[in-house]
């Protein structure tokens, strides 16, 4: 399997996955990852259904925005992508979600606080709220990529968020959690004062899950 065919089926199982797991509704969101070793990225179409994409419908795209493979027109958040991959080398791909606690959260423009241990695991930290911009314009892009500076989520005010991670499977993770996260703050400020996790107690859980969660092959 060339690594342009199975980007594109990432991207489609990720983005049947996202609809499953009830953080979009329809046709908007957006998806992409990296393309191995062939320095371009492989990202959702514009407005098509998830539910009904098939594996030629997701567009490849180089690092310029240029077509490299695909008939369909490519999302509208292509600057916004582009513009995370070119800054962010730790990033290998992009779940943006329009999931409703976390969006309820954007737009109130309230960041999640590090009061959840796997938020903190998985974002590295609190989650912020990038500002507004328009979808699908550059500002937007350098607005979400300073809100997300050593962070693997961001809320995008009146809009939604975005996970991101080395791949899709921990991308799609870090959307979850932050979804459980939002929830979870919202009931928390309505029954008390939520109480956040230290900075250096945040750091020592990033970086153990980061080196220790989970199994290891050997």
């Not at 329809?26 to 191995?36: F, K, P, Q």
């Not at 490849?60 to 027109?73: F, I, N, T, W, Y």
């Not at 999931?99 to 309820?104: E, F, I």
């Not at 912020?128 to 979400?144: E, F, H, K, M, Q």
């Amino acid at each position: 399997m060339d690594s342009i065919k199975r980007a594109r089926q990432q991207v489609l199982e990720a983005g049947r996955d996202m609809l499953k797991k009830g953080l979009v509704a329809a046709t908007w969101g957006n998806i992409s990852c990296r393309v191995e070793g062939e320095g371009s990225i492989a990202i959702t179409p514009s407005g098509m259904e998830y539910d009904t994409l098939l594996e030629e419908d997701i567009v490849v795209l180089d690092m310029q925005g240029k077509v490299v493979s695909g008939e369909r027109r490519p999302s509208v958040e292509v600057p916004l992508h582009l513009h995370l991959y070119e800054n962010r080398e730790d990033i290998g791909a992009i779940v943006h979600t329009h999931s409703t606690y976390a969006t309820a959260l954007a737009c109130a423009h309230k960041h999640i606080a590090p009061i959840v241990e796997e938020l903190v695991q998985v974002a590295g930290g609190d989650v912020r709220v990038a500002r507004y911009a328009l979808p699908g314009s550059r500002l937007l892009a350098s607005n979400v990529l300073t809100a997300l500076r050593d962070r693997y989520a961001v809320l995008l005010a009146n809009h939604g968020m975005i996970g991101v991670a080395k791949n899709l499977k921990e991308a799609l993770k870090v959307c979850e959690i932050v979804e459980k996260g939002a929830k979870i703050a919202i009931l928390c400020n309505m029954i008390g004062q939520p109480v956040p996790i230290s900075f250096e107690d945040v750091q020592t859980m990033r970086k153990s899950y980061t080196t220790d969660y989970g199994q290891r092959e050997t």
